[in-house]
Structures are given as C-alpha cells and as structure tokens.
C-alpha cells in the first residue's frame, strides 16, 4: 500500500472516448491499475485487469473471440466477467481461474472505470457532462497524454488567469487577470465565478459572438472531485443582461475536462467543447476543436516543464496565491477522498 | 490472482463455540484487519506434532473491530490442523498471511443461489449478508446433520427469513438440485461450499439443467472425500519403493517425505500437476480433486495426490522418472 496517494481508488474515472473503444483491445492504465478494454459484440464497454491469472501476460496482447478474450500465451480464455471459460489440455477448469474485472459504464460519450471497491461503483456518481451528449448542444474533443500529475491539470483549469499569459493570442487579455472572482465549495465541488464587465472580447470570443461592441464575459467553473472540471463560458453584448441571467443575446460553451490519473506523473487528459449556437454547423465544431487543440497543447507544455521542475526541485513546495483558492478547494476534496478511503494524502505536490 | 505471501503476527482475541463441533475464532492481525472480498479466506500458519503446516479458513462477514473471524471444525480423524486451532486459547499469538480470495461474489448476475453444506457456510456467510443489502433476487439453501451441528443457523434465519431453506439430514430431508436449479434465471449464478459428496451432485445437476458451466462456482481446499481417511499404501515399483501414507498426511507428501519427484502447486485439488499415473489399485480411490473430470475419475487412471487417497488397501502407481536419455 502507498504511504501518501495523489488519486483515490473510489471514483469514476473517464478511460476512453465512447468512439475510441471498439471490439477491439484497448490497453489503458487507470489510477496505477493497468486495464484491458473492448466492447462485446453488443456494443457494452468490458474492463479486465491486464495480466493473464496464469503467466501475467498481458491479456490486451491476446484477441477477442466473440464477446471473451484470449491469452495470447497459451490460450485461457476469460468472460467479459474475467471468468475462465476454458484451459488448455484439461477437461476441466481451475476454480480459481479469474481476473479481476473493473465496474465500467458508457456515459456522457466517455466510458468510465472504477478502479477501487466495486461494492461502492454507483452509478450516480459518474460526474455530470449531459451536455457532451445532448442535441441542444453541439461540439467535440480529444485526448491528451500529458506527463504531470493530475491536479497540476486541475490546478490549471481552477484558476483561468493563466489564460492571459498562456492563451495571448487567443482567449486571454488582460481583463481576465484584473476581474475579481468568487469561490464556493459543497462536500464534492468547488465552484469559481468570475464576470469580467463591459470589456473588449478577446479575438476567439469575437468571432464567436459575430457582433461588434464591448461584451460582459463570463467564466464559471464547477469542479466535480476528483479530477473533472465543467466550466461554462460565454459572452453577451454588454447592457443585454446576461450577469442578470438573460443570455439569449449571447453565446455560451461548456468547456468539458476529466483527467484521469494514470499513474501519479501522467494523466489521460479528456477535454470537450461544446455549444449552444449553430449547433447544425459540423464547420464551426472542427475549427472550435482545432483552435482549442492548439490552445491545450500550450498548457500541455507548460505543465510538462512545471512538473519537471517539481521533480528537479524536491525539496521545494508551493506558494499559493488568492487566485488559487478554487484550486486548494479542489486539492482538499481530492484529499478528503483519499482520506475516506483509509491512505494518507499527499497534499503538497513538491514534497 | 497470486500474490506473494507477507507473514503477518495475529493474536486470538477470542473464541466461541457455535456447535459442539465448530468454533470461531476472532484474530486481530497487527496493523489492523484489512477488508476484503466476501468469499476470501486466510491462510494459517499450524503446528502438527511440531512441523509447520499451512491450513486455509474462509472469512466469516466483514472485520469488525479491527478484528478477522474464521470458523473452524474440529476434525478428529483429520491431519491435525482443526486440532491445532482447538487448542490456542485466547491471547495466543499466530502467523496468517492476509486475506486472498478465489470464490468472489460477482456484481452483475441476475439472482443468486448460495449453497452450503456443514462447514462449507463460513465463506456464503459473508455473501448473503452482501446480497440481502444489494436488493437482489437470491436464496441459501443450507445442509447438514441436523440443526444443532450447523453454525450461524439463528443469524441466518434472522437476516435472510424466507430466502433461508435449512436442509437437515435429521429431518429427512435432502437439497433437489434440480427443482432447486430449474426456478433460476437462465443467467443465474450458483455459489457452492461443502463436502464434495454435495459438490458433486450439485455440479452434475447443474450440467444437466445445460447451464454455462462458468456460472456455478464454488470453492474446494480439498479436505472432503467420499471416505474417511485412513492409512493406505503406496507401491512404486519403478523406484522399488512402498511407501506408508499415515491417516493424518497427504499421498502427496507422504511420497515427497520418501524422495519421490512430484510436482504440486496448489495443494487442494485444482491445478493437477501432482497427478500421477495409477498402475493397479486394490480398494478404491477416494477422489477428492476438481481438476480430473468426471469421466476421469471414473477410469481411474490418474490419481491427484494432493487430497486424493486410497481406501481399503493399496495403491500402485509411476511417477515421471525414467531417468536421464542418452542422446544419440
């Protein structure tokens, strides 16, 4: 057992795109566990340990067979329940032949995996995305394999004044540094508001919105422990009363993130973004996710080289700024989480 | 799955008598009683007439108190390990490895049957309570002798009402598997622990009823036979050896004691590689294994010397030697 953890094993945790996985073997590591993955013929998500129960091999280097896998060593084949079904040169089957199969469910376009106690798998724990699967909505993502912890990613969404440093050329000025914000949190979220008033809309938000004029933007990002983060943003012609709730005279997009540790320096970063103004036109869909491609790939550089800089500088721990509390709200759930499930959390990222 | 084995101090934080012949045992492991899965069991660390044995006992429910229980019957014609654990007293100290599991509970099926027979209930103990709290379709069907040799029968009743059929051969009564198999959900689950007379029986009727055979599962280590145990002999003519097998020992290492080559792993019956070839047999063999067949067993050509034994007389058979080929 790890004496400090940076993920729980308690969650629900995004493993691939719904279109990724098909009948077809899809390895994925998930928390630290690695896991098989494929559809039966179906069409339902199955989850197996990756390591035969004979020799280890791991079974994602074996074949599907109709709905059961094969070891590509020797032969046993394995249930989408991890059950063996059959042993080679032997009339019967070993009672104890099984692997470990992991509760999994399609939802919200992603296929989730509980990497923890099954017992506890609910359901209605898988964060709320409706919008990534709902025809009021239209849009698309990715994802990407950054080489950091988790929460460095978390860390970043929680706090978007870095869009103004990071993201100059296209979804950050100035405004979103200087507005003030407010933090809120529940038992499992954490919430950041921020309303930037009667600004000039940055070049993205312009092309966006196609009208002239100053615009009232908004950013409000819902953290949802551990690791997913639905930010709804948008902007509206100032004066047409959208801080008041009105925002029929603008446009809005959810920003749709859930990072899945995989191990605790690399993550399965799964990003969407979708829209509720020409949703009928699939052009607008592929230039928002080629622009946000490129805006993500710059966080993704900056927290490859943040997380290298935590490695190179081990005796060094975080300065946290008021603009970080949303991301300290975050990292207490997280560790809440940790704690619920009897380890010890390992709360500052640098130790 | 395997894991390697980490040796942890426990110490008998109590006892109780469940019958005249089952007692529980409550451990407290050092560090704390780790959870489980229902279904797992703990493997001891006994003395028999001074030499280390290992012995397997399912886990009764769920840790309470920091605590692990296990039950044990106490077998006085058995190979000593039930008396070994009769006779620790409160506070005595011994050596568990954690918790493993080889009979887990699945999530998803459709409706349960949980079958027990005598002290085969300590690990479906467990498994009833978890499906009473998950809502789902099951029943226990539990046997034995009679009501009063059956442990937790009172529990049982009062967590599981209706969904508990108690099945005592004094009362003239005996499980109809298939009766019992033909109310199931096609896509039903069977759990099965006891006496591998009931084992048996269970598991032919199940193929009969055309069931996955996947679908009933069940749990041996292989202490059951048809037969009481009893000394027999063990003749290999190939090394010009006979050799004594006590009541209380295994063939296996009664052969293993003499310098017979045998391969073995599990040591309850399920993987097969302590099977060896029988020449000539005089009496019966007592199959106490689930990797032959059936049909297996029934030719009696193999013999898996882990748990299985001769009654009634003596046993011939060939291990694998034949000595080192000259290569031309």
């Given amino acids: ?351 | 799955m395997r894991f390697d084995t980490n040796w942890i101090k426990a110490v008998v934080q109590a006892t109780r008598d469940l019958t005249p012949g089952i007692r529980e045992f409550t451990l407290a492991p050092e560090g704390g009683a780790t959870p489980y899965p229902t279904g797992s069991h703990l493997t001891v660390r006994v003395l028999i007439y001074g030499r280390p044995d290992l012995r397997h006992y399912s886990l009764i429910g769920e840790p309470r108190e920091g605590c692990w229980r296990i039950a044990v019957k106490r077998e006085d014609p058995g190979r000593g390990g039930s008396r070994y654990m009769w006779s620790l007293p409160p506070g005595a100290r011994l050596d568990v490895a954690p918790p493993d599991s080889h009979f887990e509970l699945s999530r998803d099926a459709p409706e349960y049957l949980l079958i027990a027979g005598g002290i085969g209930i300590t690990p479906l103990r467990g498994m009833a309570t978890a499906l009473a709290r998950r809502k789902v379709a099951f029943r226990m069907v539990y046997a034995g002798r009679s009501r009063s040799q059956m442990a937790y029968v009172d529990e049982l009743a009062a967590d599981l009402g209706p969904r508990l059929e108690i099945v005592a051969e004094d009362e003239q009564r005996t499980i109809d598997f298939a009766a019992e198999f033909a109310r199931l959900h096609p896509e039903a689950e069977s759990y099965v622990c006891g006496p591998i007379g009931l084992l048996e029986a269970a598991r032919q009727a199940w193929q009969r009823t055309g069931r996955r055979p996947e679908r009933m599962l069940y749990e041996t280590f292989g202490s059951s036979g048809r037969y009481a145990a009893e000394p027999f002999l063990v003749r290999v003519p190939r090394l010009g050896l006979e050799v004594e097998v006590a009541q209380n020992i295994t063939m296996l290492d009664a052969l293993e004691a003499a310098g017979v080559g045998v391969l073995a792993d599990c040591r309850r019956g399920e993987c097969g590689l302590c099977m060896l070839d029988v020449v000539a047999i005089e009496g019966k063999i007592d199959h106490r294994d689930v990797f032959l067949s059936q049909r297996q067993h029934a030719e009696n050509r193999k013999i898996c010397s882990c748990v299985s034994r001769a009654v009634g007389g003596a046993i011939t058979i060939d291990p694998p030697w034949r000595g080192d080929p000259v290569l031309e």
């Fill in chain 1, 1 to 351: 057992m790890n004496t400090a953890a940076t993920f729980p094993l308690n969650a629900w945790y995004a493993a691939s795109w719904d279109a990724e996985l098909k009948h077809e073997l899809l390895a994925r590591t998930v928390s630290g566990k690695k896991i098989a993955f494929y559809r039966t013929l179906a069409g339902e998500p199955v989850a197996l340990e990756d390591a035969c129960w004979h020799r280890l091999l791991p079974l994602s280097m074996g074949r599907l067979n109709g709905d059961n896998l094969v070891c590509g060593y020797h032969g046993l084949v394995y249930n989408p329940h991890g059950r063996c079904v059959r042993m080679p040169s032997q009339e019967t089957i070993n009672p104890s032949a099984c692997v470990r199969s992991f509760p999994v469910i399609e939802r919200h376009r992603f296929v989730w995996v509980w990497p923890g106690e099954p017992a506890l798998a609910d359901p209605a724990l898988v964060p709320d995305l409706h919008w990534n699967a709902n025809p009021g909505w239209a849009g698309d993502g990715k994802v990407i394999h950054p080489a950091c912890d988790y929460r460095l990613v978390v860390d970043n969404l929680m706090d978007l004044t870095h869009e103004t440093y990071v993201h100059a050329g296209s979804i950050g000025n100035d405004a979103v540094a200087e507005a003030p914000f407010e933090v809120s949190h529940g038992d499992h979220t954490a919430t950041v508001t921020r309303w930037m008033i009667d600004i000039e809309p940055p070049p993205f938000w312009r092309i966006q919105l196609g009208k002239p004029g100053n615009v009232d933007r908004w950013q409000i990002i819902h953290f949802m422990a551990p690791c997913t983060v639905a930010i709804d943003v948008g902007v509206a012609p100032t004066g047409t009363g959208a801080p008041q709730g009105d925002r029929a005279r603008g446009v809005s997009m959810w920003v749709i993130n859930t990072i899945t540790p995989e191990t605790e320096k690399t993550c399965h970063y799964f990003w969407a973004n979708v829209r509720d103004y020409r949703v009928n036109e699939q052009r607008i869909t592929t230039e928002i996710r080629d622009s946000i491609t490129k805006v993500f790939h710059e966080d993704e550089v900056v927290l490859e080289a943040q997380q290298r800089a935590i490695d190179e500088h081990p005796d060094h721990i975080f300065y946290n700024l008021h603009i970080d509390a949303g991301a300290m709200w975050a990292r207490r759930l997280i560790d809440r989480m940790i704690a619920a499930e009897g380890r010890a959390p390992r709360s500052a990222a640098a130790e």
